[in-house]
């Protein structure tokens, strides 16, 4: 079974930028979808974006379109979530999680997670 680790939250301003990684532990990391969520404090863990085993096809919550990209390195087995023009209310503990479907959003259909890394936004 795969694991992630998540790494390079922390704290940042309106308006700045973090990169988040999500490092697999398996050469087979290429077989998986890898989607990013977030669970800000008493709110649901929701989905933010997702790319492809290949890396061709992403995908965005509209919270984050235009702000948030999503890529992935395959011969590092790494994801990577750039964040731009962060806003307060990008503040969460930021997850990634593997899949083998790019429209898997049900928590339980993942096959790993990792232990999440935390954002936070300051105004």
């Known amino acids: 079974q795969v694991q992630l680790v998540e790494s390079g939250g922390g704290l940042v301003q309106a308006g700045g930028s973090l990169r988040l990684s999500c490092e697999a532990s398996?050469?087979?990391?290429?077989?998986?979808?890898i989607t990013w969520f977030r669970q800000a404090p008493g709110k649901e863990r929701d989905f933010v974006a997702a790319?492809?085993?290949?890396?061709?096809?992403?995908t965005y919550a509209n919270s984050v379109k235009g702000r948030f990209t999503i890529s992935r390195d395959n011969a590092k087995n790494t994801v990577y979530l750039h964040m731009n023009s962060l806003k307060p209310e990008d503040t969460a503990v930021y997850y990634c999680?593997?899949?083998?479907?790019?429209?898997?959003?049900?928590?339980?259909?993942?096959?790993?997670w990792g232990q999440g890394t935390q954002v936070t936004v300051s105004s």
């Open positions: 398996l050469r087979t990391f290429t077989i998986y979808v």
């Open positions: 999680a593997a899949s083998t479907a790019l429209s898997t959003r049900s928590h339980g259909d993942f096959a790993s």
């Open positions: 790319i492809s085993q290949s890396g061709g096809t992403k």
